[in-house]
């Protein structure tokens, strides 16, 4: 294997291997930025000693074993000016003399369980959201500051700041490592998902820059939400939202063209659509519903059964549009969201008609969190439009291309205000 080829292995090792690396050392260091430095210093090691000597036969517990001796010998550098530094050198020891003894099935159960751990405590309520992604994508993803920055469009110092804030957050707080007591859990899952359903929904509809979408920073959230669902098998909402993520990101090359130009899901080539996420999507909503048994779903299901009705409906003529409206309608009980609402009149518009959608997203108008929302003004043009009342639906339009953030978007609402200005003067 070629020097190039043999980073690339180590990149992707690297980012399955970091949240099991970090989480292990975590839970005897009990300190993110000591614990993150060790991790970083194994890396370094693999970097300069691979290529040399090749790939090592388990390349995790390479890592592993490397972050600790560095841990051991960085404190005992350190135990004449420090006595917990001593402390903490032989509690790293005596952890890798218990996990060279254990069996490995009981390994696995332990670092699924820091894992897991490292998660609650990247998505820690008292963080902001913003912190809680940055970390989330630092910790658990394995990114490099630099990497985040670019995924949300915002300078690495910011995403360095957010980090540190989160870290010392963390640290002030003293917050356990730990997955919550049972009372506590729901309301703490459902930050980590509302993190990693942030992030998703970044790559899946970018918010800025000059792509419609970015799928690599999709196949991130799903990567990391697929590990949670093996981490708590019984929880339906991570099904959910497994089964979510796999179906939306299932179109995602259809989404534009090769101009990079996006095409809206009626006019997509289905045979684009990627089958094996449709059927991983289809195989873990089911999983969802039995997880959740007599439970009412919750939102995340939702949504995926209404991505699983575009995904079963061959054509865009045979989708079921009542029933997709019905699930909005159940989501919107659910949610009160105004974003819910719209979509649902989108759907009652598919299902009979423009004329039967109009009100319903007019009467939102009004609604101050849709102020500056773009898609607003869009799906009032785009219904407009089919009524043949071109003028006003270029001038809505118009309003919605001075919205978007997105300059593909924007592009794209300034084109369908063309097209109906050309079509008011015929």
């Known amino acids: 294997m ?26 005897v260091v009990r300190d993110l930025d000591l614990a993150e430095e060790l991790a970083q210093d194994a890396l370094l090691a693999a970097l300069e000693r691979w290529p ?5 036969d388990n390349p995790g517990a390479w890592l592993m074993t490397t972050a600790r001796n560095r841990g051991i010998d960085r404190l005992r550098r350190g135990q004449r000016l420090d006595a917990h530094h001593a402390e903490l050198a032989r509690e790293i020891e005596q952890a890798q003399r218990e996990s060279d003894a254990r069996a490995q099935d009981a390994l696995d159960d332990v670092i699924g369980d820091d894992v897991l751990r490292l998660m609650f405590v990247a998505c820690h309520p008292a963080l902001t959201v913003e912190s809680q992604i940055a970390l989330t994508l630092r910790l658990i993803g ?21 980090i540190v804030r989160a870290k010392k957050s963390i640290a ?53 939400t697929r590990v949670l669902a093996m981490l708590m098998p019984r929880e339906a909402d991570v099904h959910a939202l497994v089964a979510l ?32 996420l449709v059927d991983a999507g289809l195989a873990s909503l089911a ?28 054509t865009a003529g045979d989708t079921d549009w009542g029933r997709i409206a019905a699930l909005y309608g159940q989501l919107l009980a659910l949610t009160g969201s105004p974003v819910v609402a719209l979509n649902r009149a989108v759907a009652i518009g598919m299902a009979a008609g423009p004329a039967a959608a109009l009100p319903l997203v007019e009467a939102l108008a009004g609604d101050t969190a849709l102020a500056g929302y773009h ?23 118009e309003r919605a291309a001075s919205l978007a953030r997105n300059p593909r978007e924007r592009d794209w609402l300034g084109g369908r205000a063309a097209e109906c200005r050309a079509q008011r003067k015929d």
Request: aromatic share 4%; charged share 25%.
């Open 142 to 162: 394995g990114l490099t500051t630099d990497e985040i920055a670019r995924a949300f469009l915002v300078p690495e110092a910011t995403i360095a700041q957010r």
């Open 172 to 224: 002030k707080a003293g917050t356990p490592f730990e997955v919550p007591q049972r009372a506590a859990l729901p309301a703490r899952l459902s930050a980590v998902l509302h993190v990693l359903y942030l992030v998703f929904n970044e790559g899946h509809a970018a918010s800025s820059g000059d792509d419609w979408a970015r799928p690599d920073l999709c196949a991130e959230a799903l990567r990391l």
């Open 245 to 276: 993520m796999a179906l939306q990101a299932s179109r995602l090359d259809a989404r534009v063209d090769a101009d990079g130009q996006p095409v809206l899901l009626p006019d997509q080539d289905r045979a684009r659509w990627d089958r094996g």
């Open 2 to 27: 070629d020097t190039a080829a043999l980073h690339r292995t180590i990149e992707t090792l690297w980012r399955e291997e970091v949240p099991k690396i970090i989480g292990g050392l975590m839970r």
């Open 287 to 314: 999983q969802a519903q039995t997880a959740r048994g007599n439970a009412p779903p919750g939102g995340y299901e939702l949504q995926a059964a209404i991505a699983a009705c575009h995904a079963l409906a061959p």
């Open 375 to 397: 898609l607003l003004p869009g799906v009032r043009g785009d219904l407009l439009a089919k009524l043949g009342r071109h003028g006003d639906a270029a001038e809505a339009f």
């Open 52 to 56: 040399r000597d090749g790939l090592p």
